[in-house]
């Protein structure tokens, strides 16, 4: 039976922040920051005033019938603040990326802006240490595009080929590599994945290698979510996993509105709001009992239930329907497992090799980097042929944005409907 989906308030409060940051985003020239700002400070003042109101008269015998209109007029006060909020946190952006600033030297640079330029020369070393282990270049590419986030080095043609294919979600860093890479933090940290001290020091780790990689915004939703997740269970609490999803999704548009319209963070959300969806219902349609058979049989509803929230996105940006994306995942992401494995491997061992007493403790990293080399030359000539197969895509698909809309409105009744058939079934089941 699947789960009721309640509409908690963290969901209607991301859902106002995005139209806030639309009708910002798209009424610039005719609403400035000093409008949106007046608009949020009189709503909060308003909001706060129906909560002292409600509370005072709460403690009258005749406050019962206008008990519910004062409720209701506060939570509209409060999501025209975070309305207002959210438009002029993003006209306010706007505003300073059309400001060009000159800065006379370092010290000038605010300190964000200094780490990341630091992490960056990190990253530019990390990368001439793979170079120097002699990977191929589009290998390396595809090596620093999955572990560094850096897709500079992907060729056109690679990139078109996993494209056809339906397996360019492995070269954008996201909640894939991200939780691979968490995995591979609390095994080296002594596996105890209820610890409290492992989780937290796994969790730094991963916030310094999205830090390094310079945080993109798949990377920064799947570290939100893992953080607020693994500390859940780490202190034996449990919440709705949408409802941490739009404290994500709330928490990166404050900090940067923008990201609203960055095509990574849409698919980036857009997937895993869907793969909590649709898994479920989808995983439950088989009864299996082979686990290997249960395992393939997940992988395809997890690859499935991201295609249905992400495809109409993807096709009105591409104009290209992938066909067989969903059996490409049974090679690409097993692949991408071992590569971001070894990968990890060679970046934190091969410092070991600049060190006299212990470079030969270091020497099976020359076995890695083959191993390496070997694994990704196989996903790219996997990858090469696919695309190449009769019928790997359907190109120049033309859909515009109302027609996108339309598209989630009925994915999101058939979801409804799939939900209400399935509750009257198992209410049919109870009765005797």
Partial sequence: MMKALPLTPLMTISLTLTIGIIIAKWGYDDFNMRFWLIISIISCALSSIIFFLTKFLSKKAYFSRSHQFLIYSQCVMIHLCILSLGAFLTCKQIADSQTSTQLKN??????????KINTERYKSNIESKLVSLHVKQQDYAV?????????????SNTRNSYSISGASHILAVSGLHIGIIFQLFIFLL???????????????????????IGLPASAVRAAIML????????????????????????FMLFISPLYLFELSFQLSFLAVASILLFFTPLYTLLPIRSRFIRWAWGLLCVSLAAQIGT??????????????SLLTNYIAIPAATLILYLGAALILFSPLTLWA????VAAPLSLTSGALTSITQFLNT????????????????????????GLYAIILLIYALWRRIDKQKSSECKIP
Avoid at 143 to 155: F, H, R
Avoid at 234 to 249: D, E, K, Q, V
Avoid at 312 to 323: A, E, H, L, Q
Avoid at 383 to 398: H, T
């Fill in 106 to 115: 370092w010290q000038e640079l605010p300190y964000l802006t200094r780490a």
């Fill in 311 to 324: 495809l109409p996105v993807i096709v009105y940006t591409f104009g290209r329907i992938s066909c067989y």
């Fill in 190 to 212: 002594g596996g105890r994945k209820y610890s409290v001290y492992t989780i937290i020091l796994s969790l730094i780790s991963i916030w310094t290698y999205v830090f390094l």
């Fill in 382 to 405: 996997a990858i090469k042929l696919i695309s190449m197969l009769p019928g790997a895509s359907i190109e120049n698909v033309r859909i515009s944005l109302p027609q996108v809309i």
């Fill in 357 to 360: 007493p212990i470079a030969p």
């Fill in 227 to 250: 953080s607020a997740y693994s500390l859940s269970l780490a202190f034996h609490r449990t919440g709705l996993p949408l409802n941490t999803l739009s404290s994500a999704y709330i």
């Fill in 143 to 155: 090596i620093a595009a999955m572990a560094l986030g850096d897709k500079s080095a992907l060729d």
